[in-house]
């Protein structure tokens, strides 16, 4: 997982350019999910919206897009955030800001398991929010 991050945040590094002064200065970067709203099953074939809420640490961070990885065991899911650091001249935020993506299940799957990136622990081991649901006829 942290190699994943280390993996994205290089890219997004490269993908900038610095020659141009008048581009602010920014990373991307996860931020934990807070909590996430999910059915407690799927009908096969149709399509659900999954809420997920999270904190904007800083009035610095936006959001950028909903991360998704299919790993062996399960869909882990974070929010991925753009930090416009400039000036390094943030200011706290405790907004809660709420977002949804759509998710269709397909035939070939009894269970999905959602695994919502809840952060690091002290000990640096990523913590997630897991729901299993089954998918019905």
Partial sequence: MKKLFVCLFALASLACSVNDEDIQSSTVMMLPVESAIVPNEFVSGQEYEI?????????CHVFKDIYSQTQSDGLMIAIMSTVFNENNDCPPSSETVEKSFKFKPSRDENTYVFKFWHGS??????????????VVD
């Fill in 51 to 59: 809420f997920i809420t999270y904190k904007r640490p800083t009035e």
């Fill in 121 to 134: 622990n002290g000990s640096g081991e990523d913590e997630f929010i897991i729901f299993e649901v089954p």
